[in-house]
């Protein structure tokens, strides 16, 4: 079985970083795609950025330019990096990773931007 495990969540000032981390219990190679999503309070779960294995990465354009997906292939890890964050930016993110037919869910970290 997948796991999946964010972190680097919080309380933020609009304006300000975090970097989010989702490290998966086996290697990111496996996977045909990985990436990050979110949901903020009464709203559906949305794409923030999606990246193939082996091909450039997708961002939603609420986040393009702010928001940059990296990965540490030795660690299984992959990142989430968010600069110039908004109140809307507020929402928890979730990691996901697919393999074939099979998708692969993270519990969730809470990011919060607010001054």
């Known amino acids: 079985q997948v796991q999946l495990v964010e972190s680097g969540g919080g309380l933020v000032q609009p304006g300000g970083s975090l970097r989010l981390s989702c490290a998966a219990s086996?290697?990111?190679?496996?996977?045909?795609?990985m990436g990050w999503y979110r949901q903020a309070p009464g709203k559906q779960r949305e794409l923030v950025a999606s990246k193939p294995n082996w091909g450039s990465t997708h961002y939603a354009d609420s986040v393009k330019g702010r928001f940059t997906v990296s990965r540490d292939n030795a660690k299984n890890t992959m990142y989430l990096q968010m600069d110039n964050l908004k109140p809307e930016d507020t929402a928890v993110y979730y990691c996901?990773?697919?393999?074939?037919?099979?998708?692969?869910w993270g519990q969730g970290t809470q990011v919060t931007v607010s001054s």
């Open positions: 996901k990773a697919s393999q074939m037919q099979d998708d692969y």
């Open positions: 086996r290697s990111l190679f496996s996977f045909n795609v």
